[in-house]
């Protein structure tokens, strides 16, 4: 099995495991490899399916994507795990059972419930152009530079629809807040002030439901926060980790 991931930074500083969400890969942390690389060793993951990692076809797709991580934590020492919507839904569901195996987690732009549009689905099917026009609209906040939309939407259009189908149904199906309060890792949760997707309220049931927990609401970001306000977005994690 095997995973590509994407890395940067001293492999002996504290390593970061950075995960994607539907439909993503390793290029939706471009501006955490560059800016957080004079501290940390960096390491982005392609999932099962997405970026360069080739699709296995597992029948249990959120096993295969734990799978994934569980085998990239593995290789290094007490990371720090970070998951952006999808990712932060696997991020929950891996430290829950592997609490042993990880210094800390970062919820980004995610919840303890990850509901997700009908009309998502309908567009994945029937008008995958649809779908990506819409990413521009859902994924960012309105003072967004036009460059950042584009370069995602070229990033979109390298997955194949299925996959991100899949990938939003496995967020359909999660549903852990009656188990959140169970995490007892360090958690830092990062959301952007106007994400339409995963709105604030989801991060602050995060921070009260996890007793170790700091939240971090950054202004001017929708839901890809990480891109939006990467500046503030490394800043917030340095000052965590420090």
């Known amino acids: 099995m095997k995973v590509h991931v994407e890395t940067s930074g001293n492999k002996k500083a504290q390593p970061i495991i950075f995960i994607h969400g539907a439909g993503g890969s390793s290029a939706t942390w471009m501006m955490q490899l560059r800016g957080l690389s004079d501290k940390f060793h960096i390491v982005a993951i392609d999932l099962n399916g997405h970026g360069k990692t080739i699709d296995r076809y597992e029948q249990d797709v959120v096993s295969s994507y734990l799978e994934d991580i569980n085998q990239i934590v593995r290789e290094h020492?007490?990371?720090?795990?970070?998951?952006?919507?999808?990712?932060?839904?696997?991020?929950?569901?891996?430290?829950?059972?592997?609490?042993?195996?990880?210094?800390?987690?970062?919820?980004v732009s995610t919840g303890a419930k990850l509901r997700v549009m009908p009309t998502i689905f309908d567009m994945l099917e029937n008008d995958f152009e649809n779908y990506i026009e819409a990413v521009g609209n859902f994924m960012f906040h309105s003072g967004t530079s036009p460059e950042i939309i584009e370069a995602s939407k070229v990033e979109v259009r390298k997955?194949?629809?299925?996959?991100?189908?899949?990938?939003?149904?496995?967020?359909?199906?999660?549903?852990?807040?009656?188990?959140?309060s169970e995490l007892i890792t360090p958690t830092l949760i990062i959301v952007g002030q106007e994400d339409l997707m995963t709105p604030v309220k989801y991060s602050q049931y995060l921070n009260n439901q996890i007793k170790d927990s700091t939240l971090k609401v950054i202004e001017n970001a929708g839901h890809a926060v990480m891109l939006e306000q990467s500046r503030a977005f490394n800043n917030a994690i340095k000052?965590?980790?420090n």
């Open 239 to 241: 000052e965590w980790l």
């Open 77 to 107: 020492d007490s990371p720090v795990l970070a998951g952006h919507s999808m990712g932060g839904m696997l991020t929950q569901l891996y430290a829950l059972e592997n609490n042993d195996q990880i210094k800390g987690i970062i919820l």
């Open 159 to 180: 997955c194949r629809p299925d996959i991100i189908s899949r990938d939003f149904r496995a967020c359909d199906n999660f549903d852990m807040m009656d188990r959140v």
